[in-house]
């Protein structure tokens, strides 16, 4: 059941855009040392790697995982399989700001779904909220500056991004739409492993056509080692660590506003790389996204 938006709730919906904004910067560093689904599939094993101590019980024959594997398999395909492989996918032709623009639509999206395919109602709050939102983002991937905007240009990595937008909603609604057994559903570690052991077939099997096909390649050094680090601790375990029980509180159309956040956090992140101070424009997006996220939350 969905609950009311608490402070508690707000941080952890918060820290996965953050992470997820320095995923996106690392993914479009390394494009060139590494390809998508090869990314994806390291990373995934690394995460595992890290979680391993922590739940290893969920792969014994008689953890209730085994009874519910239709289910799992089917949010490993989604949150871990296919959403990131795409965004690495998107990140090899579309620049970081169509791609960030993209992936805004994601407030939309949610509330689409979960019309659709979860019988969930759509109040003028959340309409509200979604515009307010999407005025943010649109001012921060601006600049302030109209023109800005009217010069994108589409390419096939947009479409990528899109899709992997549509997936992410389908996962967060299916993370709230049915109850696991208790001692999965309560033990953080072992409903991400739950999710994960599923999710590395997937992500393994994407990773498998793409070296069939000869367009996987990897370019070993520091750099990409450091950076598979990042995304297996950061944007991996902790993001979904937080984002799994954010959506459960808040509930998936509420979380999909944050979201929103992390077009803002790669301009501040950007601007930390490149030395350029904050503008004034990015203080009225940040007010407006987070106007968006209060008037949706709102009873």
């Known amino acids: 059941m969905t609950q009311k938006l608490t402070p508690g709730t707000a941080v952890l919906l918060v820290i996965p855009p953050l992470l997820w904004a320095g995923n996106a910067v690392v993914g479009r560093l390394v494009h060139e040392l590494i390809s998508p689904s090869a990314l994806n599939f390291i990373r995934w094993v ?3 790697a890290i979680l391993l101590p922590l739940a290893h019980s969920v792969l014994r024959k008689d953890s209730p995982l085994w009874p519910h ?3 799992y398999a089917l949010l490993g395909l989604l949150g871990i399989g296919l959403y990131n492989a795409l965004q690495y996918m998107a990140l090899q032709t579309s620049t970081p700001i169509n791609a960030t623009l993209v992936g805004s639509s994601m407030p939309v999206w949610m509330l ?3 019309a659709l395919f979860f019988k969930a109602a759509i ?9 307010l939102s999407m005025c943010g983002v649109l001012l921060v991937l601006s600049r302030g500056e109209w023109s800005q905007l009217m010069a994108f240009r589409l390419v096939p990595g947009d479409l990528f991004m899109l899709l992997a937008t549509v997936s992410w909603a389908f996962y967060s609604w299916l993370l709230s739409a049915t109850r696991e057994p208790t001692n999965i559903r309560n033990d953080w570690a072992a409903f991400l492993m739950a999710q994960m052991v599923f999710g590395l077939a997937w992500s393994g099997s994407f990773a498998g056509v793409e070296w069939a096909t000869g367009y996987s390649h990897i370019a070993w050094g520091w750099p990409l080692m450091a950076a598979l680090v990042f995304i297996a601790v950061g944007p991996a375990v902790l993001a979904y660590r937080c984002w799994g029980v954010g959506v459960q509180r808040a509930g998936p159309a ?10 803002l956090f790669a301009g501040v992140l950007s601007a930390a ?3 350029e101070t904050p503008q004034l424009f990015h203080g009225v997006a940040f007010a407006l996204i987070v106007g968006g996220i209060v008037v949706s939350s709102r009873r």
């Open 69 to 71: 594997w239709r289910r």
């Open 273 to 275: 790389f490149l030395g």
């Open 123 to 131: 109040t003028r709050r959340q309409l509200l909220g979604a515009f």
């Open 112 to 114: 689409a779904v979960g």
């Open 46 to 48: 690394l995460a595992f």
């Open 254 to 263: 509420v979380a999909g506003f944050f979201v929103n956040l992390t077009p």
